[in-house]
């Protein structure tokens, strides 16, 4: 953010910091782009301006962590950040993900050829305007693979100067192990959120080890949200939706939880952001966690 920028603006800065890899700031309330692209995560924006004016609007408001993908697409979203905010300010960092090919909306199919992986993080580069990935993530491991080719050719990466931390997506605890016997793992980025929580043993895990949990789908709140439910009451007692109350409870659940919200309107986007100055009590916390 620049200075000229008032504390009101700053609506993420109250979800505190975390440090990726122990020396990457990063304001805990980030954003995830991949609701910008067409329908389907495949084409351009319906509206390239107005997706434009969201990623400058978060930088407004306090957002400095930003996770997107070359497959978010593809190659879309990557340009759109370039875009809207190249040159980035000093505190902006851009997380991007290789390991997932795109053959028409909505399909996915993971590819982690090291030669693959290499063109990818050389064409995010070269799409982002960065001469260094500050995060880059195989977005999925691969099976047909092994692992330590994967994230052998992303640590090659790191050691030319071209990434500076390395991530994993989806992924076990058993496969995070794995990959650490190759490279450092600063962060996971898993489904997790209130109404899903399969993969909080690995979310413990990595808050005992200090590595960033990224949680995608972080909005996910089913049944909870029903006017009757445990999210709504909640949420009408802080004066809030029932997504600030589940991205508020994530925040609170570990001090390596990282959301990423999406979204294609500067509304929603400011009242995403504003569940950083929510804070829930022990009690508040602990209802919410046991309704599920």
Not at 103 to 110: E, L
Not at 122 to 147: N, T, W
Not at 197 to 220: N, S, V
């Given at each position: 953010m620049t200075t000229a920028q008032t504390t009101s603006q700053n609506l993420a800065a109250p979800s505190g910091t975390f440090e990726l890899g122990g020396d990457l700031p990063v304001v805990r309330l980030g954003y995830g782009t991949m609701q910008l692209p067409g329908e389907g995560v495949w084409g351009q924006p319906k509206d390239t301006d107005n997706a434009l004016a969201v990623l400058r609007r978060a930088v407004e408001i306090g957002v400095t962590f930003f996770d997107t993908a070359d497959s978010y697409g593809p190659e879309v979203a990557e340009d759109l950040l370039r875009e809207a905010l190249h040159p980035y300010a000093d505190d902006v960092v851009i997380a991007t993900k290789a390991g997932l090919t795109r053959?028409?909306?909505?399909?996915?199919?993971?590819?982690?050829?090291?030669?693959?992986?290499?063109?990818?993080?050389?064409?995010?580069?070269?799409?982002?305007?960065?001469?260094?990935?500050?995060?880059?993530?195989?977005?999925?491991?691969?099976?047909?693979?092994?692992?330590?080719?994967?994230?052998?050719?992303?640590?090659?990466?790191q050691d030319e100067g071209k990434v500076r931390h390395i991530g994993l997506s989806e992924v076990s605890i058993e496969q995070l192990q794995e990959a650490q016997?190759?490279?450092?793992?600063?962060?996971?980025?898993?489904?997790?959120?209130?109404?899903?929580?399969?993969?909080?043993?690995?979310?413990?895990?990595?808050?005992?080890?200090?590595?960033?949990?990224?949680?995608?789908?972080?909005?996910?709140?089913g049944e909870l949200s029903k006017e009757d439910g445990p999210l709504a009451e909640a949420a009408k007692r802080h004066d809030a939706t029932p997504s600030q109350l589940a991205l508020a409870w994530l925040l609170k659940r570990s001090p390596v939880m990282l959301p990423i919200p999406g979204t294609s309107s500067i509304d929603h986007l400011e009242s995403n952001t504003a569940a950083a100055g929510i804070e829930l009590t022990d009690d508040e916390f602990e209802a919410l966690t046991a309704a599920v």
């Open positions: 053959q028409g909306p909505g399909r996915w199919t993971p590819v982690g050829r090291p030669a693959y992986l290499r063109q990818q993080a050389e064409l995010s580069l070269r799409r982002l305007g960065l001469e260094r990935i500050d995060l880059f993530q195989l977005h999925r491991i691969d099976p047909a693979v092994p692992v330590e080719d994967q994230v052998g050719e992303l640590k090659a990466l016997k190759t490279a450092t793992i600063v962060s996971v980025q898993n489904l997790f959120n209130l109404a899903n929580r399969d993969a909080e043993p690995l979310l413990d895990h990595c808050t005992a080890e200090g590595i960033g949990f990224i949680p995608w789908f972080p909005l996910a709140t």
